[in-house]
């Protein structure tokens, strides 16, 4: 078993800039692809973006591409999200999910994360 806990979201300003992380335990967490997905009211959740088990492989959805970086440290077992340049439809529930192990290329799609945190709200004020 996987858990998965989000912390860091918050309220900011648009310009403003946060932090997720995501702290996993309970089983290897090294050798797993790591993404981080977000629901806005209303809509669909969306990928944002994910890292591979070794960091060679990062891919972003085009909205956040040159505002957002994610990164991992196996040591901690912990995946972080580093958002800047928040506007204000950045606004929405950020998850962060456990992939396939020893992935060449990181999935963007939901069904190829198995295990889930709880998310994190992130709220961007105009």
């Known amino acids: 078993q996987v858990q998965l806990a989000e912390s860091g979201g918050g309220l900011v300003q648009a310009g403003g800039s946060l932090r997720l992380s995501c702290a996993a335990s309970g089983r290897a967490f090294s050798i797993n692809t790591m993404g981080w997905f977000r629901q806005a009211p209303g809509k669909e959740r969306e990928f944002v973006a994910a890292?591979?088990?070794?960091?060679?492989?990062?891919r972003y959805a085009d909205s956040v591409k040159g505002r957002f970086t994610i990164s991992r440290d196996n040591a901690k077992n912990t995946v972080y999200l580093q958002m800047n340049s928040l506007r204000p439809d950045d606004t929405a529930v950020y998850y962060c999910?456990?992939?396939?192990?020893?992935?060449?290329?990181?999935?963007?799609?939901?069904?190829?994360?198995?295990?889930w945190g709880q998310g994190t709200q992130v709220t961007v004020s105009s």
């Open positions: 890292v591979n088990w070794n960091g060679v492989d990062t």
């Open positions: 999910a456990l992939g396939g192990r020893y992935d060449l290329w990181v999935s963007l799609q939901e069904h190829n994360y198995s295990y």
